[in-house]
Protein backbone atom coordinates (compact mmCIF):
# COMPACT_ATOMS: atom_id res chain seq x y z
CA UNK A 1 0.00 0.00 0.00
CA UNK A 2 1.17 3.03 -0.98
CA UNK A 3 -1.72 5.73 0.53
CA UNK A 4 -0.68 6.94 3.74
CA UNK A 5 -3.35 5.78 6.54
CA UNK A 6 -4.73 8.70 8.32
CA UNK A 7 -6.51 8.16 12.14
CA UNK A 8 -7.71 9.91 15.15
CA UNK A 9 -10.11 12.37 14.12
CA UNK A 10 -13.35 12.69 15.53
CA UNK A 11 -16.10 14.94 17.40
CA UNK A 12 -14.62 17.47 19.82
CA UNK A 13 -16.26 20.61 21.79
CA UNK A 14 -14.72 23.64 20.66
CA UNK A 15 -11.46 24.35 22.98
CA UNK A 16 -10.83 20.64 22.86
CA UNK A 17 -7.85 18.59 21.64
CA UNK A 18 -7.30 15.67 19.38
CA UNK A 19 -4.07 13.85 18.36
CA UNK A 20 -3.99 12.42 14.37
CA UNK A 21 -1.83 9.90 13.40
CA UNK A 22 -0.37 9.17 9.55
CA UNK A 23 1.11 5.92 8.63
CA UNK A 24 3.42 6.03 5.58
CA UNK A 25 5.17 3.76 3.75
CA UNK A 26 8.37 3.26 5.29
CA UNK A 27 10.90 3.87 2.24
CA UNK A 28 8.58 6.93 0.95
CA UNK A 29 8.63 8.61 4.70
CA UNK A 30 12.24 8.55 5.58
CA UNK A 31 13.21 9.91 2.45
CA UNK A 32 10.17 13.01 2.30
CA UNK A 33 9.32 15.87 4.16
CA UNK A 34 5.88 15.71 4.95
CA UNK A 35 2.25 17.55 5.41
CA UNK A 36 -0.77 17.70 6.94
CA UNK A 37 -3.64 19.47 4.65
CA UNK A 38 -7.65 19.58 5.42
CA UNK A 39 -10.53 20.20 3.44
CA UNK A 40 -13.88 21.81 4.44
CA UNK A 41 -16.76 21.52 2.96
CA UNK A 42 -17.08 23.82 -0.35
CA UNK A 43 -14.03 24.96 -0.06
CA UNK A 44 -10.34 24.00 -1.45
CA UNK A 45 -7.86 21.77 0.23
CA UNK A 46 -5.51 23.90 2.36
CA UNK A 47 -1.74 23.31 3.48
CA UNK A 48 -2.17 23.11 7.38
CA UNK A 49 1.47 21.92 8.58
CA UNK A 50 4.76 20.74 7.31
CA UNK A 51 7.78 18.64 8.77
CA UNK A 52 11.24 18.14 7.01
CA UNK A 53 13.04 15.15 7.18
CA UNK A 54 15.42 16.83 9.73
CA UNK A 55 12.53 17.69 12.02
CA UNK A 56 11.92 21.69 10.90
CA UNK A 57 8.23 22.10 10.98
CA UNK A 58 6.07 25.35 9.62
CA UNK A 59 1.92 26.64 9.98
CA UNK A 60 -0.56 28.20 8.75
CA UNK A 61 -1.27 31.52 10.37
CA UNK A 62 -4.64 29.88 11.26
CA UNK A 63 -3.11 27.00 13.24
CA UNK A 64 -0.31 28.77 14.73
CA UNK A 65 0.42 28.37 18.62
CA UNK A 66 -2.35 25.66 18.16
CA UNK A 67 -1.00 22.77 16.63
CA UNK A 68 2.04 20.91 17.03
CA UNK A 69 3.61 18.59 14.10
CA UNK A 70 6.09 15.55 14.85
CA UNK A 71 7.15 12.67 13.26
CA UNK A 72 8.47 9.38 14.58
CA UNK A 73 10.64 8.24 12.07
CA UNK A 74 11.05 4.57 13.47
CA UNK A 75 7.60 4.13 13.15
CA UNK A 76 6.98 5.95 10.39
CA UNK A 77 4.26 7.72 11.60
CA UNK A 78 3.19 11.60 11.48
CA UNK A 79 1.18 13.14 14.02
CA UNK A 80 -0.85 16.28 14.38
CA UNK A 81 -1.64 17.26 17.98
CA UNK A 82 -4.57 20.14 17.47
CA UNK A 83 -5.17 22.07 21.07
CA UNK A 84 -7.53 24.91 21.74
CA UNK A 85 -9.75 23.61 18.60
CA UNK A 86 -12.35 25.81 16.78
CA UNK A 87 -15.49 25.25 14.96
CA UNK A 88 -13.13 26.53 11.77
CA UNK A 89 -11.17 23.69 12.21
CA UNK A 90 -13.75 21.23 11.11
CA UNK A 91 -12.69 19.57 7.83
CA UNK A 92 -11.09 15.74 6.50
CA UNK A 93 -7.64 15.69 7.61
CA UNK A 94 -5.40 14.17 5.15
CA UNK A 95 -1.02 13.76 5.61
CA UNK A 96 1.06 13.49 2.18
CA UNK A 97 4.13 13.94 1.07
CA UNK A 98 5.27 18.22 0.74
CA UNK A 99 4.89 19.51 -1.78
CA UNK A 100 1.91 17.21 -2.04
CA UNK A 101 1.90 13.98 -4.55
CA UNK A 102 -0.99 13.12 -6.18
CA UNK A 103 -0.64 9.10 -5.75
CA UNK A 104 -0.42 9.87 -2.43
CA UNK A 105 -3.56 11.03 -1.16
CA UNK A 106 -5.02 8.56 1.15
CA UNK A 107 -8.97 8.65 2.72
CA UNK A 108 -8.32 11.02 5.63
CA UNK A 109 -10.02 11.45 8.88
CA UNK A 110 -13.00 13.57 9.57
CA UNK A 111 -12.54 15.99 12.56
CA UNK A 112 -15.86 17.90 13.51
CA UNK A 113 -15.89 20.89 15.83
CA UNK A 114 -18.89 21.31 17.70
CA UNK A 115 -20.91 21.83 20.84
Known amino acids: QVQPVESGGGLVQPGGSLRLACAASGRIFRINDMGWYRQAPGKLRELVAT???????NYADSVKGRFTISRDNAQNTVYLQMNSLKPEDTAVYYC?????????WGQGTQVTVSS
Open 51 to 57: ITTGGRT
Open 96 to 104: NLYPSSSPF
